[in-house]
Nanobody
Framework: QLVESGGGLVQPGGSLRLSCSAD??????????IGWFRQAPGKAREGVSC????????NLTESVKGRFTVSRDNSKNTVYLQLNSLKPEETAVYYC???????????????????WGQGTQVTVSS
C-alpha cells in the first residue's frame, strides 16, 4: 500500500514536499521503482518523475526540471518529491506508484506500475 502526503494550498512560486510511504519490508522496497504522476481537472494523467529502487537514477519530465527534485530513503520506505517555484497550472492531484523491477531501472510505460496511492491535492493559487 502506498500513501501520499504533503499536499496543500500554496501561493505561486511556493514550495511543497510530497512524501510517498509504503508498507512492507525494506528489502522489498528496494525493488520498487517509484513514479510520481499528476492529474489536473479535466486533463489526462501525466508522468512527473521516476526514481529507481536503489535511488541511483531519477528522471523528471521536462516541464519541471530545475524546479522539482525526487529522492528516496529506503530505510524509511519513503520517496520524496520536492516541488519548488510552483505554478498555478500545476494544480493537480499528485499520485505515486510502484513498479517491481531490478533496482537500477524505471518503467518505460505507465502500465508497468502495479500499485498506486490515493493521491494528494496540490493547489497553487494566490
Amino acid at each position: 500500500q502506498l500513501v501520499e502526503s504533503g499536499g496543500g494550498l500554496v501561493q505561486p512560486g511556493g514550495s511543497l514536499r510530497l512524501s510517498c510511504s509504503a508498507d512492507g519490508s525494506t528489502s522489498n522496497y528496494y525493488y520498487n521503482a517509484i513514479g510520481w504522476f499528476r492529474q489536473a481537472p479535466g486533463k489526462a494523467r501525466e508522468g512527473v518523475s521516476c526514481i529507481t529502487g536503489s535511488g541511483s537514477t531519477s528522471n523528471l519530465t521536462e516541464s519541471v526540471k530545475g524546479r522539482f527534485t525526487v529522492s528516496r530513503d529506503n530505510s524509511k520506505n519513503t520517496v520524496y518529491l520536492q516541488l519548488n517555484s510552483l505554478k498555478p497550472e500545476e494544480t493537480a492531484v499528485y499520485y505515486c506508484a510502484a513498479a517491481f523491477m531490478p533496482p537500477e531501472y524505471c518503467p518505460s510505460h505507465e502500465y508497468e506500475y502495479e500499485y498506486w496511492g490515493q493521491g494528494t491535492q496540490v493547489t497553487v493559487s494566490s
